[in-house]
């Protein structure tokens, strides 16, 4: 696993920081928002450290999708959101909202979004 020393994503995903985790798998790990904008706000965080989603490509690159779509579809199903939707967001860089610099995805629901926001 190659992590990044000092960001607080990697000891999560580590176990050095106690979080609350939803579930697990070999490249993933589910926790619960500790600021959340939706009645359910799950992270989906990365066990291998990339900056964001543009730096996961490549030969180092983890080949996630099969298993980050079936964690999708894991969460869904058990917290009854299948039905009604759920909405998942990756924020990449600064000007597109990532505060932290690890990949992880956002897992919402529980409340319409709308759209345009406002």
């Known amino acids: 696993m190659?992590?990044?020393e000092d960001c607080i994503f990697c000891k999560i995903a580590n176990k050095k920081i106690p979080a609350d985790i939803i579930d697990e798998t070999d490249n993933f790990v589910v926790i619960k928002?500790?600021?959340?904008v939706a009645p359910m706000h799950l992270l989906i965080?990365?066990?291998?450290?990339?900056?964001?989603v543009l730096d996961t490509g490549g030969e180092d690159g983890?080949?996630?999708?099969?298993?980050?779509?079936g964690i999708l579809g894991t969460l869904a199903e058990k917290f009854n959101v299948?039905?009604?939707?759920?909405?998942?967001?990756?924020n990449t860089k600064e000007d597109g909202g990532q505060t932290v610099n690890h990949l992880h995805i956002h897992f919402m629901a529980g409340r319409w979004f709308g759209w345009p926001p406002g």
């Open 2 to 4: 190659i992590l990044k």
């Open 33 to 36: 928002d500790i600021n959340p």
């Open 45 to 52: 965080i990365s066990k291998i450290h990339y900056d964001s």
């Open 62 to 69: 983890i080949n996630c999708g099969k298993e980050l779509f």
């Open 82 to 90: 299948a039905d009604k939707g759920f909405r998942t967001v990756i």
